[in-house]
């Protein structure tokens, strides 16, 4: 059995994001919380007061399904309806690169079982991303296919 209890509520965040948020991560040091909407945007407050420290609006070009920060908390990746992966600048939710492709091989190369980004910040995939993790440089996604994705970010 697990319990939880509520010790100390912060504000309502009642209209932290105009959808549906189906992710949201802690960043390591505890100091930020990054949230991921329906709405397309993502955004990254404060742990402490709930402030917004920052915000990307239509940082995908359908829902935000998944997001988490690096080890480091230096990036946050982001996993979208609309087949993408991208890697974000945690601070400043700037696109750390972005290259564009109708299909993953343009942009990606495979290794084994592992596909490699090519110089890049964003990933395609033949359906859409509900989730993913992270423990840098590699990533892994779910996709609503069923398929999972296993990737390692080439710096």
Known sequence: MIAATVINL???KTNAHSSYIPSVAI???GKAIVSGSHDETIKVWDAATLDLK??????????VSSVQFSPDGSKIVSGSWDKTIKVWD???????EERWGDKSE???ERD???LRLKEGGAFYAPSPLVSVAVHW?????????????????QE
């Open 10 to 12: 912060k504000s309502e």
């Open 90 to 96: 945690a601070e400043s939710l700037m696109m750390v």
């Open 27 to 29: 960043s390591p040091d």
């Open 137 to 153: 440089p590699r990533l892994v996604a779910g996709a609503q296919s069923g398929e999972l994705y296993d990737l390692e970010v």
């Open 112 to 114: 084994g079982a592992t």
């Open 106 to 108: 343009e942009v990606a």
């Open 54 to 63: 920052t915000e990307k609006a239509n940082a995908h070009s359908n829902n």
